[in-house]
């Protein structure tokens, strides 16, 4: 997922006052809607990718009934992200655009809380889906109790920094249990986890959203 904020700056008001004009507002029923799912971005995405598809050929792609497909391209259509191609009989669907272009007023309570709640989804949905990754977590059950936040990369170097001094203790450690001679010792009491990874659009493939931010 790529969800990109442009914030108030000199280099950046200029693309924000054209945008004003031609992006739709999130405070807008039908891009709210379409826009709030990461169901529905997914979707967008798979037609922006491999489009022209028909909801049959959704159905395939996500494995799920073509009943429920069928709602969620029908608030695409209305939020003007896809279009329909084809004939009633074979219709067929493709993206408007290449990426999701949308303005946000933050100083609007109602439009700051749906980027929020477009935010939260994503990051929430992409926890489960890297907690259900076996290969690259060992355990989906350990990662559900960690937190996912949006790092500097000053931040990240700290993590790492960290998790070299957790792991000289935790190797301390175990050299002395494995030397023990006593029972009790030899068992380990603690359970100790440490992981830090960086979001991979790759696992989590959506249409980027570009959201101009105001006030």
Same mark, same amino acid.
């Not at 994503?122 to 977590?137: G, K, L, N």
């Not at 700290?158 to 030397?179: F, H, P, Y």
């Given at each position: 997922?790529? *969800?990109?904020?442009? %914030?108030?700056?000199?280099?950046?008001?200029? =693309? #924000?006052?054209?945008? =004003?004009?031609?992006?739709?507002?999130?405070?807008?029923?039908?891009?709210?809607?379409?826009?709030?799912?990461? =169901?529905?971005?997914?979707?967008?995405?798979?037609?922006?990718? $491999?489009?022209?598809?028909?909801?049959?050929?959704?159905?395939?792609?996500?494995?799920?009934?073509? %009943?429920? *497909?069928?709602? /969620?391209?029908?608030?695409?259509?209305?939020? +003007?992200?896809?279009?329909?191609?084809?004939?009633?009989?074979?219709?067929?669907?493709?993206?408007?655009? @290449?990426?999701?272009?949308?303005?946000? $007023?933050?100083?609007?309570?109602?439009?700051?809380?749906?980027?929020?709640? !477009?935010?939260? +989804?994503?990051?929430? #949905?992409?926890?489960?889906?890297?907690?259900?990754?076996?290969?690259?977590?060992? @355990? +989906?059950?350990?990662?559900?109790?960690? =937190?996912?936040? $949006? *790092?500097?990369?000053?931040?990240?170097?700290? !993590?790492?920094?960290?998790?070299?001094? !957790?792991?000289? !203790?935790?190797?301390?450690?175990? #050299?002395?249990?494995?030397?023990?001679?006593?029972?009790?010792? %030899?068992?380990? $009491?603690? /359970?100790?986890?440490?992981?830090?990874?960086?979001?991979?659009?790759?696992?989590?493939?959506? %249409?980027?959203?570009?959201?101009?931010?105001? +006030?």
């Amino acid at each position: 997922m790529s *969800l990109i904020a442009n %914030t108030s700056s000199r280099a950046k008001n200029k =693309r #924000t006052a054209s945008s =004003r004009t031609s992006a739709p507002s999130l405070a807008d029923r039908a891009i709210w809607n379409g826009v709030r799912s990461v =169901r529905r971005m997914e979707i967008l995405e798979s037609i922006r990718a $491999n489009g022209p598809l028909t909801v049959p050929d959704l159905s395939e792609l996500f494995k799920q009934e073509s %009943t429920g *497909l069928y709602y /969620h391209v029908k608030l695409l259509q209305q939020a +003007g992200l896809i279009q329909p191609v084809g004939k009633d009989g074979r219709e067929s669907f493709v993206a408007s655009q @290449s990426s999701v272009r949308v303005k946000c $007023n933050l100083k609007n309570p109602k439009e700051s809380k749906r980027l929020r709640k !477009i935010v939260d +989804g994503f990051v929430a #949905t992409s926890q489960e889906t890297f907690a259900a990754d076996s290969s690259a977590s060992g @355990s +989906g059950q350990l990662l559900r109790a960690l =937190r996912w936040e $949006n *790092l500097e990369a000053s931040e990240v170097s700290k !993590i790492k920094a960290l998790q070299q001094q !957790i792991q000289s !203790i935790l190797d301390v450690a175990k #050299t002395r249990r494995e030397r023990a001679k006593k029972t009790p010792q %030899t068992m380990a $009491n603690w /359970h100790v986890g440490s992981f830090i990874q960086p979001a991979c659009a790759g696992q989590f493939p959506v %249409t980027s959203i570009d959201c101009v931010t105001m +006030g």
